[in-house]
């Protein structure tokens, strides 16, 4: 049996554990809602960028067959998978879900005989892979609590032009998808060709239509002047929807990250006060142990005395 000291030293540690545990926590919460707010202020230039670019693409016609982000390969022999995942750890199952989904997702498109490329967010994934013995063709890390656009725009642009260049031939994307702290689930859509693409997923809303009917009818048969060709405007659109796709999976990640890794904390520490409570009674029992001890060796020692 542990002697009180040890028991004593045992709870201190814990207690310890508790009170970074609890910061954690608060640390997390804090960044939550910042990410929250952050989705939701993304969601109107969402709105208006798919709108513009449904516009674009009525009046375009044939035009919009000869953007490449939009050509479909007849023929897919190499694919590429996105995995978004954190920088950091101490978020229950945030990373290794993603990661699962991905090694799934590669098995079954092996099974096809097709090849497999990764392009992975995070500092977790990059290292489980590259542990695992899989070649990691890029590794965007640092920005994973915190994304900026710029990062969702280094990614889509590095995926764009290898697939214009015809370096793979399809791109799927796997994410947390935020839908509370205490949910998140895996959500994975194409991201290339656009064809098979749900740029924005699930979570954006449609455009408002005008209420009028006789405006919203005007609006269609306006004549639009671009500036530049519907071709090249087409073109740049589409790579902001790429980039535009790639940021609210960041967005959501990072969210989904921060609520991860609250609840968790949250465990942790709730874990932590139990086990106080049971290394309390633990220690009382040795102390009462130790008692008995000494009240059994004094009344041994005086019936000793006795019997001299």
């Known amino acids: 049996m542990a002697t009180q000291k040890e028991v004593k030293n045992r709870i201190s540690s814990v207690k310890n554990i508790r009170k970074i ?3 954690m926590e608060m640390v997390a919460a804090a960044r939550l809602r910042r990410a929250e707010q ?17 516009q674009v693409a009525e009046v375009s016609g044939q035009a919009g067959g000869r953007v490449a982000l939009l050509q ?7 694919v590429g998978i996105i ?4 920088d950091r750890g101490l978020a229950g199952s945030f990373n290794t879900q993603i990661i699962r989904a991905g090694t799934q997702l590669q098995r079954e498109l092996q099974d096809e005989g097709k090849e497999v490329s990764y392009y992975v967010v995070g500092r977790r994934g990059n290292s489980a892979l590259s542990f695992r013995g899989e070649t990691v063709e890029s590794a965007f890390t640092g920005f994973t609590d915190q994304p900026a656009f710029a990062n969702a725009r280094e990614i889509g642009d590095g995926l764009a032009a290898a697939y214009v260049d015809e370096e793979i031939d399809r791109v799927e994307l796997i994410y947390n998808r935020y839908v509370s702290p205490l949910t998140q689930y895996v959500r994975r859509h ?15 809303p449609e455009p408002e239509q005008p209420a009028d009917p006789e405006l919203a009818e005007a609006h269609q048969r306006a004549e639009w002047i671009y500036e530049p060709e519907p071709e090249e405007a087409l073109r740049q659109l589409f790579e902001e929807y ?10 959501e990640s990072a969210a989904s990250e921060h609520g991860a890794r609250m609840t968790a904390m949250r465990n942790a520490a709730e874990n932590a006060g139990d086990m106080i409570d049971r290394l309390t009674l ?3 029992r040795v102390r009462q142990a130790e ?10 020692g005086a019936e000793a005395l006795g019997s001299g």
């Open 21 to 23: 545990t609890r910061a």
């Open 38 to 54: 952050r989705i939701d202020q993304m969601r109107p230039y969402a709105q208006a960028i798919r709108r513009i670019t449904q």
């Open 72 to 78: 479909q390969r007849d023929d897919v022999k190499r």
């Open 83 to 86: 995995l978004v995942t954190g």
């Open 190 to 204: 194409t991201l290339l060709p656009l064809q098979e693409a749900e740029v924005f997923g699930e979570g954006v």
């Open 242 to 251: 790429v980039n535009l796709s790639i940021y609210r999976a960041l967005l």
């Open 282 to 284: 633990e220690m009382n």
């Open 291 to 300: 008692i008995t001890q000494e009240i059994l060796e004094v009344v041994g």
